[in-house]
């Protein structure tokens, strides 16, 4: 297809290649999610269902089995082509609120183009729109109090303004030959399984479709899904699983020190009471068939997700076998839900008068401590503040908002190095930065 060889970044080690664009992105995490399902399958689970967000649902269609991998790929690349011929100057924006909050937030604006996208979790939708307009509303869930964030997404999409994307991808598109596929896709925007669907017209469909994976999620977990695994990089999804329904069993496989002992160990576990499979089937809470399908067909590659707690059985009720959902991840890591934040006292009047780093570091670990509910004494300066201490990316976007009130640096507020890689050491560096440029203006 013309593109650089993505062996180059995925297994040789030789760096991001310069001509590495949104295809290139998307072929990565793709035979990323294709790998890491193949090594689910090959230790020995069997997934209830599969199920991918946006440009994810085409993975979950290639790991079902229900089209080749490399028809997929040419979808992938069409998709994106077509997206960037239109060369729509949209953004996509988390707001940390439901979906109906968020729906009345876009509707006071009433601009056609600028719509919830998608539900992610109780606490956490995106939406959709014309940039200026985003800025807008931006403005306006700050002035609620409501945590926002910019998602970094080579293509915003499943807005109305996409609809020309969508016309072009289905007359430009190749045609593929797909079949029943081993697995069941559970499509979040179609809100039930993928039956006898042309995977062209799925794809141009869901660019103007709002994504209600909260809805899929819960009707996966009603039906028996106890596991969910995401074959992404990072905790993306499952981060939306756990905030839709604690309790529930996430693992990511890549994110482990050891992703294949991780598997094993995750099909271990459940042979103590069975095989890996699913309980028996159950009706789907959409109507669409039984929450199993024990189909044979060619094999497939799925998706996955991070740790959390297994519920404690009730004694009068035999432990079933875990059953397992797979789960496809976007294209860039999306912010988690974020958790009703405590209420912060505003600091006092910032002066240029003793900000050294050990004051603003005392003072960051008090402020955050007040936040997250944590004791200052044990929030380390080099603690992670995502990856070790669990703090979600709209609530570190809101703490940010804080740090920058509290010390008169605006500009903070930007520097999005500090929630992708955010420890209170580099925060505090750039405050004590920060207050010494603004002094010496």
């Given at each position: 297809m013309g593109l650089p060889d993505i062996s180059d970044r995925l297994i040789e080690h030789n760096g991001t290649s310069d001509r590495r664009g949104p295809e290139v992105q998307y072929l990565e995490i793709f035979a990323v999610a294709i790998a890491t399902h193949r090594v689910l399958i090959a230790e020995g689970a069997q997934p209830v269902a599969i199920v991918g967000q946006s440009i994810g649902e085409l993975w979950a269609l290639a790991a079902a089995g229900r089209l080749a991998v490399e028809d997929a790929a040419r979808l992938a690349v069409a998709r994106s082509q077509a997206l960037t011929r239109q060369g729509w100057g949209g953004k996509m924006l988390a707001v940390g609120v439901d979906g109906c909050r968020a729906e009345a937030l876009a509707g006071l604006i009433g601009h056609p183009d600028l719509v919830l996208a998608c539900e992610n979790t109780p606490r956490q939708s995106v939406i959709s729109g014309p940039e200026p307009l985003i800025e807008q509303v931006e403005r306006v869930a700050d002035a609620l109090g409501w945590p926002s964030f910019r998602l970094d997404v080579p293509h915003p999409t499943h807005t109305p303004a996409m609809a020309q994307a969508a016309r072009d991808l289905r007359a430009a598109a190749p045609r593929v030959p797909y079949g029943a596929g081993r697995w069941r896709v559970c499509s979040p925007w179609l809100g039930r399984d993928v039956g006898d669907d042309d995977p062209v017209d799925l794809v141009a469909d869901a660019l103007t479709a709002r994504v209600r994976m909260l809805h899929t999620i819960r009707d996966l977990h009603a039906a028996g899904a106890d596991v969910f695994v995401e074959c992404g990089e990072w905790p993306v999804v499952t981060k939306f699983v756990e905030a839709s329904v604690p309790g529930v069993r996430c693992v990511v496989p890549l994110s482990e020190?050891?992703?294949?002992?991780?598997?094993?160990?995750?099909?271990?576990?459940?042979?103590?009471?069975?095989?890996?499979?699913?309980?028996?089937?159950?009706?789907?809470?959409?109507?669409?068939?039984?929450?199993?399908?024990?189909?044979?067909?060619?094999?497939?590659?799925?998706?996955?997700?991070?740790?959390?707690?297994?519920?404690?059985?009730?004694?009068?009720?035999?432990?079933?076998?875990?059953?397992?959902?797979?789960?496809?991840?976007?294209?860039l890591p999306a912010p988690a839900a974020p958790a009703a934040p405590a209420p912060i006292a505003p600091g006092g009047t910032p002066t240029s008068a003793g900000l050294d780093y050990e004051t603003v570091l005392a003072e960051l670990q008090t402020l955050y401590g007040d936040f997250l509910g944590y004791p200052p004494d044990l929030l380390g300066e080099d603690d992670g503040l995502e990856s070790e201490l669990g703090v979600e990316s709209l609530k570190q976007v809101a703490l940010l908002g804080r740090v920058s009130d509290r010390f008169d640096l605006p500009g903070l507020r930007a520097n999005s190095s500090l929630l992708t890689v955010g420890t209170l050491r580099r925060i505090a560096e750039s405050v004590v930065q920060g207050r010494s440029e603004a002094a010496a203006r």
């Open positions: 020190s050891d992703p294949v002992e991780t598997v094993r160990a995750l099909v271990a576990e459940s042979t103590h009471s069975g095989p890996f499979r699913p309980r028996l089937p159950l009706p789907s809470s959409n109507g669409h068939g039984p929450a199993v399908r024990m189909s044979t067909a060619t094999s497939a590659d799925p998706v996955s997700a991070p740790p959390a707690t297994v519920p404690s059985p009730r004694a009068d009720v035999p432990a079933p076998a875990p059953a397992m959902s797979y789960v496809a991840t976007v294209p």
